[in-house]
T-cell receptor, first 115, second 113 residues
Framework: SQQGEEDPQALSIQEGENATMNCSYK?????LQWYRQNSGRGLVHLIL?????REKHSGRLRVTLDTSKKSSSLLITASRAADTASYFC???????????????FGTGTRLKVLA | DAGITQSPRHKVTETGTPVTLRCHQT?????MYWYRQDPGHGLRLIHY???????DKGEVSDGYSVSRSKTEDFLLTLESATSSQTSVYFC????????????FGDGTRLSIL
């Protein structure tokens, strides 16, 4: 099965710097999503980019998608200590006769923003 | 936050005992999912549901069963818990359609001794 794989596994930066995380996947997709997980909490959806889109912005987040390379990147600009979290990409897959969408998650990037 | 409640939030039990985790939603979303999260593995899908009484297996379903008798509740059962099932379990919900995000509960931390 396909799997999103994030790179790097861990990233430590100073407050105010930009953070870039990358995700690679294996098969064709309808969309790719990025999630954030704070310690001890569930995942929170950040942004969804469709397969026919190349770039998307949401506040300080910028996501790019290159379907020819099967990769995506998440850029967080002007990072803050509150951005410290793990970040996951997820790709979709239609399964079974029910047409259910399920999502394959990568192992995540642990971002630490130092104040 | 999306209306998702997982219970219990923490549980410690012994090998061989049955365990049931509950996911309750107030969003009336069609799809519900159970994942487990382990270090080095990210989130792995255990079971999912695409409607009342409609469920199917994910990639790590062995040792787990689910039931969905009402739209709002999705139960995950470990019939006879093993130490390898020690994990953090997350429930997620999703609206119908291809480009909808999942919304997650805050997880259940399960320790099997």
């Amino acid at each position: 099965s396909q799997q999103g794989e994030e790179d790097p596994q861990a990233l430590s930066i100073q407050e105010g710097e930009n953070a870039t995380m990358n995700c690679s996947y294996k098969t064709s997709i309808n969309n790719l999503q990025w999630y954030r997980q704070n310690s001890g909490r569930g995942l929170v959806h950040l942004i969804l980019i469709r397969s026919n889109e190349r770039e998307k912005h949401s506040g300080r987040l910028r996501v790019t998608l290159d379907t020819s390379k099967k990769s995506s990147s998440l850029l967080i600009t002007a990072s803050r200590a509150a951005d410290t979290a793990s970040y996951f990409c997820a790709t979709d897959e239609v399964v079974g006769s029910s047409g259910t969408y399920k999502y394959i998650f990568g192992t995540g990037t642990r971002l630490k923003v130092l104040a | 936050d999306a209306g998702i409640t997982q219970s219990p939030r923490h549980k410690v039990t012994e090998t061989g005992t049955p365990v049931t985790l509950r996911c309750h939603q107030t969003e009336n979303h069609r799809y519900m999912y159970w994942y487990r999260q382990d270090p080095g593995h990210g989130l792995r899908l255990i079971h999912y549901s695409y409607g009342v009484k409609d469920t199917d297996k994910g990639e790590v379903s062995d040792g787990y069963s689910v039931s969905r008798s009402k739209t709002e509740d999705f139960l995950l059962t470990l019939e006879s818990a093993t130490s390898s099932q020690t994990s953090v379990y997350f429930c997620a919900i999703k609206q119908g359609g291809p480009n909808q995000p999942q919304h997650f509960g805050d997880g259940t931390r399960l320790s099997i001794l």
